[in-house]
């Protein structure tokens, strides 16, 4: 075996490592497999990840939520429950966490939310100044759902924005197992 054999394991393992932790679909380095955790990151980076995910997901569904939030914690366990449900279908899951991160308290019962709620998917922090995660959403207020494509385009969004068009969680489910089976076209 040449020297370049046994040394490329060593060189593209953790390569590989770091290029699948960026998916956001695996846990990051130092992360066990199965635990909950809140990764922070700026805008731009979080829609990095979303069109990272391609290469393992077909849609990724992102759930903006706060620890203030009732309405928000009260609908998480649906999240964790179409991770579970449509993971192996196509649909990465991830959870955007709008808490100001200037409060060290909401961070912390963030993470231990998470933990708690055994929340394994991808679970971000947006390290922006508080309002901006908002802003760049464009919505008013939370919870709040979209659906991303595989290139990080956005494709579907429930808000509460509009006090006659509200949302429920079953109509989430219910959208993306059209989009899984029928594609974008079919809804």
Request: glycine share 6%.
């Amino acid at each position: 075996m040449s020297a370049a054999a046994r040394i490329a394991p060593k060189i593209l393992a953790p390569m590989l490592l770091v290029a699948a932790a960026t998916t956001g679909l695996v846990p990051a380095l130092g992360q066990s497999p199965g635990e909950a955790t809140l990764t922070p990151v700026k805008w731009d980076e979080f829609r990095s990840r979303l069109a990272a995910n391609k290469a393992k997901a077909k849609y990724t569904l992102v759930d903006a939520w706060a620890t203030d939030c009732a309405p928000c914690k009260e609908n998480f366990p649906h999240l964790i429950e179409m991770h579970k449900k449509y993971a192996k279908k196509g649909l990465a899951v991830a959870s955007l966490s709008l808490d100001d991160t200037s409060n060290p308290k909401a961070i912390e019962e963030a993470r231990k939310f998470l933990k708690e709620k055994k929340a394994t998917f991808a679970n971000y922090l947006m390290d922006e100044d508080f309002g901006v995660g908002f802003e760049k959403l464009g919505i008013n207020a939370i919870p709040a759902v979209f659906l991303y494509g595989p290139d990080g385009k956005e494709l579907k969004r429930f808000t509460l924005d509009d006090a006659e068009n509200q949302f429920t969680y079953e109509d989430v489910e219910k959208y993306v197992e059209g989009l899984l089976k029928d594609g974008p076209s079919g809804k």
